[in-house]
């Protein structure tokens, strides 16, 4: 069975400060692992797609990496509007409905 | 470009009556899905489609039923509400394109059972 451990739980950051929010997962054979944005009241938003160890990916003040059994979101130098909670999920081989197993997300506060 | 919808927004509704929350996508995207969200638990599965007139079980498939008889339509139906069923219901669709299945998410239904 696939799982997803978000941590931490939640961050409060101050404008500037940077910092990595972790995901660590295990599944049987990795089709790939996502990062979804949550704003209050709103639908996740998809940010990134990672398929194997050593990928890494950018955009604006965010970065994915991935690794065998972790992937870290890099926040850089964080703005009051990265403020939302953080997704990871993953896909495995074995997902035959297609489905995503989600954790249970990291809630980001960037204070001004 | 609509992408997906999701209605009503917000429901309120009694134990024992029978709710319908729908979903359309404008994408053609073959595979549907309903999630549920609770704090502490994460986003799960409860029913997914993978085409129209298919459909099956997910993580948390007891209480609910869903059809699809048309590609762009996937509704999910509490048929007797239970205060359990409280929560913020999504509904996603992916177009099975590249290596991995990006999901693309609607805006959600926060549903109350009384």
């Known amino acids: 069975e696939d799982q997803v451990t978000q941590s931490p739980e939640a961050l409060r950051l101050q404008e500037g400060e940077s910092s990595s929010l972790n995901c660590s997962y295990t599944?049987?054979?990795?089709?790939?692992l996502f990062w979804y944005r949550q704003d209050p009241g709103k639908g996740p938003e998809f940010l990134f797609t990672?398929?194997?160890a050593g990928e890494e990916k950018e955009k604006e003040r965010l970065k994915a990496t991935l690794t065998k059994k972790e992937s870290f979101l890099h926040i850089t130098a964080p703005k009051p509007e990265d403020s939302a909670t953080y997704l990871c999920?993953?896909?495995?081989?074995?997902?035959?409905?297609?489905?995503?197993?989600f954790g249970s997300g990291t809630r980001l506060q960037v204070q001004p | 470009d609509a992408g997906i919808t999701q209605s009503p927004r917000y429901k309120i509704t009694e134990t024992g009556r029978q709710v319908t929350l729908m979903c359309h996508q404008t994408?053609?995207?073959?595979?549907m899905f309903w999630y549920r969200q609770d704090l502490g638990h994460g986003l799960r599965l409860i029913y997914y489609?993978?085409?129209?007139?298919?459909?099956d079980k997910g993580e948390v498939p007891d209480g609910y039923v869903v059809s699809r008889s048309k590609t762009e339509n996937f509704p999910l139906t509490l048929e007797s509400a239970t205060r359990s069923q409280t929560s913020v219901y999504f509904c996603?669709?992916?177009?099975?394109?590249?290596?991995?299945?990006?999901?693309?998410f609607g805006p959600g239904t926060r549903l109350t059972v009384l």
């Open positions: 489609s993978a085409a129209a007139d298919i459909t």
């Open positions: 990672l398929y194997s």
């Open positions: 994408w053609s995207h073959s595979y």
């Open positions: 996603a669709s992916t177009d099975l394109r590249g290596r991995a299945d990006t999901q693309y």
């Open positions: 999920a993953v896909q495995g081989l074995g997902a035959g409905r297609r489905a995503l197993t």
């Open positions: 599944v049987s054979g990795l089709r790939g």
